[in-house]
């Protein structure tokens, strides 16, 4: 693998040409490592955390959720962004009390994923969460989220079918269905 | 299931607050179900294709590639962007003689997937491709592209130990995982 000094382009000038209530775009004129100059533009994005919670008997809970920007319901695990001065963690505690009314004292960090490396920074934490308490659940005022708790088999056969489309979720699901059934990389995830 | 009714949002009135050279961002007002109004943000995208290359002997076609909005070296599966009118099959044929100097007439679609549904509608479809042949490798004057041939146990590996990070590459792997690995799988979805 080359070293990032073989590829990397340095900014000559940084630019925050677009902010919204949501999204905050920037535009940099960059300079090549064969000195040309090109523009990058690219979204700045707080993180995320997503959560992978698991019931017992290989079963995980999943929601439904209507999402506006692809006018469907969609099939996913708990998930929200990093406020500001969050840790993941918190994040991750906080988003599956508030979306699944659960709570658990053992949510174990698994990876780190960049969601869309062509436009955006954005950095989503994914956890694993188990001995799930019940406690009150609190959506924010203009989510709707509904429970959906499935064996891991079910999802898997959901994501090779079509039924379950969202990147985060698939990713999710994939490192659980390997956690639940391959015992040795159990032990070296979980330890 | 509830039923999308259930939940959806309806759009009051859209608004295209942003263009730039490559993201278009719209504010929507709209109603939620209970009738309350709120707003959403997010971005329209083309589209993206991806390709696992399958080299045989259960070697997969990664590269390596700049990205600035995360300044770093990326390890990705091939990928790229839809050209307006463009099928997302031939996108894919056309990145992967691109950016890998092959192509191929066995390119499989295997699924599609919402890479950002909080705030972007880009649906990104995933492709299989085999009998790989050597062409003329044409990268984007602004693109830098290294080959990175690897096994499928190798590249599994490089995901559970956090070098492999981009969503689109580890969705694809573990899809090329499952293809390469489980038998009946392999004969189902490359009938």
Not at 92 to 113: F, H
Not at 172 to 182: T, V
Request: glycine share 4%; with cysteine; proline share 5%.
């Amino acid at each position: 693998m080359l070293e990032k000094y073989d590829f990397a382009e340095k900014c000559l000038e940084s630019k925050n040409i677009f902010s919204g209530r949501l999204l905050h775009v920037f535009r940099d004129k960059v300079i090549l490592p064969d000195d040309r100059e090109t523009i990058r533009e690219y979204i700045k994005h707080p993180g995320a955390s997503v959560v992978i919670p698991y019931l017992n008997d290989n079963q995980v809970l999943l929601i439904h959720q209507f999402r506006y920007p692809v006018n469907r319901v969609m099939i996913e695990l708990p998930a929200g962004k990093i406020d500001p001065g969050e840790n993941p963690d918190t994040t991750i505690k906080r988003e599956l009390e508030e979306e699944t009314g659960y709570t658990s004292d053992n949510i174990i960090n698994l990876c780190a994923i960049y969601t869309t490396v062509g436009y955006s920074d954005e950095l989503l934490h994914l956890f694993w969460a188990y001995n799930l308490k019940p406690c009150v659940k609190k959506p924010d005022y203009d989510e709707r989220i509904e429970l959906f708790p499935t064996s891991i088999g079910n999802a898997m056969e959901m994501i090779y079918s079509g039924e379950i489309t969202d990147a985060k979720s698939v990713i999710g699901l994939f490192w659980a269905d390997k956690i639940i059934n391959d015992r040795q990389f159990r032990k070296r995830v979980l330890k």
